[in-house]
């Protein structure tokens, strides 16, 4: 089914997980988790974000997933790493 998420079914271009971390029941979002024998596969229950970073000249740099109610430090820089591109 993933593959028909793409734009192009001929020539899929998506590469990506879904991990489901929490659902809407009884008017709430309650937090799931996933348990797998591989602690790659576990995930932090709860309601997530997505914050996007910008580079100065508006090119989109990365993604950062938190939890609903986290923030950043404002006025403070944020240091990356990228575990497979270490540029």
Request: one cysteine or more; charged letters at 25%; proline letters at 10%.
């Amino acid at each position: 089914m993933g593959t028909r998420l793409v734009t192009s079914y001929s020539c899929p271009a998506l590469g990506g997980v879904y991990k489901l971390s929490a659902v809407f029941e009884n008017g709430l979002m309650r937090p799931k988790l996933k348990v797998s024998d591989d602690p790659d596969k576990t995930t932090n229950p709860g309601v997530k974000k997505i914050l996007r970073f910008y580079d100065e000249k508006n090119f989109m740099r990365g993604d950062l997933i938190v939890f609903e109610e986290e923030s950043l430090p404002p006025g403070k820089p944020i240091k990356a790493f990228h575990p497979i591109l270490p540029t």
